[in-house]
């Protein structure tokens, strides 16, 4: 018997580890979501409103700024500092977990930025859907490490992931990656040049010390505190 590779709205079956919800949310981060969330869509991602997979219209969205991406951005602290630093710039946020999109909705109430679009779901479906060479700079900050060995192709730094990534990323694009696990450093300096990056370090300190516009978040704060030691690695989209 073979299992059917896609669902009945023509999605592709993707298997999806992570969390979709954690605890209740607050009555003010439901409000958060049911006032905010769907004027921050990026546009039509979802495949029951665009099973065409017609390209996001990123210019509507954000005028002819440069668009960054961020996978993953946890409570949105990093997202939000990124979007209040560089208003010139328009920023993607994706994220699975509804918990961190609530906590990222309150932020940007607070903040008052207006040059974010939030995706709350896999970032593999947005790559269907985001225009080739479109992104200028792509965040990973603090993926899931997936500790056990068997679970490494869990990872975003897989092919899965990486090839898409790669094809929506500009030529000279930055992409960064913060990790606190040294396995993850292993498999992010083998996968990510094998999908056309460059890694740009060129001295220990260019991956020992933070960017210069970083924001420590909570999971390196976490880290930190657990006595493991961060590291920043910057690469480049060739081409």
């Given at each position: 018997m073979v299992r059917e590779t896609r669902h009945s709205s023509g999605a592709p079956w993707r298997n999806f580890y992570g969390r979709?919800?954690?605890?209740?949310?607050?009555?003010?981060?439901?409000?958060?979501?049911?006032?905010?969330?769907?004027?921050?869509s990026p546009g039509a991602v979802d495949w029951d409103v665009n099973p065409e997979r017609q390209p996001l219209d990123l210019e509507a969205r954000f005028g002819d700024r440069p668009v960054w991406l961020e996978?993953?951005?946890?409570?949105?602290?990093?997202?939000?500092?990124?979007?209040?630093?560089?208003?010139?710039?328009?920023?993607?946020?994706?994220?699975?977990?509804?918990?961190?999109?609530a906590m990222l909705l309150g932020k940007i109430r607070a903040a008052g930025v207006d040059n974010l679009a939030v995706h709350p779901g896999d970032a593999r479906d947005l790559f269907d859907v985001l225009p080739p060479a479109?992104?200028?700079?792509?965040?990973?900050?603090?993926?899931?490490?997936?500790?056990?060995?068997?679970?490494?192709?869990?990872?975003?730094v897989t092919p899965e992931h990486l090839e898409p990534l790669a094809r929506v990323?500009?030529?000279?694009?930055?992409?960064?990656?913060?990790?606190?696990?040294?396995?993850?450093?292993?498999?992010?300096?083998e996968e990510v040049p094998r999908a056309g990056f460059d890694w740009l370090a060129e001295r220990p300190d260019d991956w020992r010390s933070p960017w210069g516009d970083w924001i420590s978040t909570r999971y390196e704060q976490k880290a930190?505190?657990?006595?493991?030691?961060?590291?920043?690695?910057?690469?480049?989209?060739?081409g």
């Amino acid at each position: 018997m073979v299992r059917e590779t896609r669902h009945s709205s023509g999605a592709p079956w993707r298997n999806f580890y992570g969390r979709f919800k954690g605890k209740s949310l607050k009555p003010s981060q439901q409000r958060y979501l049911d006032e905010d969330l769907a004027a921050l869509s990026p546009g039509a991602v979802d495949w029951d409103v665009n099973p065409e997979r017609q390209p996001l219209d990123l210019e509507a969205r954000f005028g002819d700024r440069p668009v960054w991406l961020e996978i993953g951005f946890g409570g949105g602290e990093h997202l939000v500092h990124q979007a209040a630093s560089n208003p010139d710039v328009g920023i993607i946020g994706a994220e699975p977990y509804i918990n961190g999109v609530a906590m990222l909705l309150g932020k940007i109430r607070a903040a008052g930025v207006d040059n974010l679009a939030v995706h709350p779901g896999d970032a593999r479906d947005l790559f269907d859907v985001l225009p080739p060479a479109s992104i200028a700079r792509a965040f990973l900050l603090y993926p899931d490490p997936w500790p056990k060995k068997r679970h490494h192709r869990r990872r975003f730094v897989t092919p899965e992931h990486l090839e898409p990534l790669a094809r929506v990323m500009a030529p000279g694009a930055i992409l960064r990656v913060a990790t606190d696990i040294p396995d993850y450093v292993r498999q992010t300096l083998e996968e990510v040049p094998r999908a056309g990056f460059d890694w740009l370090a060129e001295r220990p300190d260019d991956w020992r010390s933070p960017w210069g516009d970083w924001i420590s978040t909570r999971y390196e704060q976490k880290a930190l505190r657990e006595g493991r030691v961060p590291h920043y690695l910057t690469f480049r989209r060739q081409g």
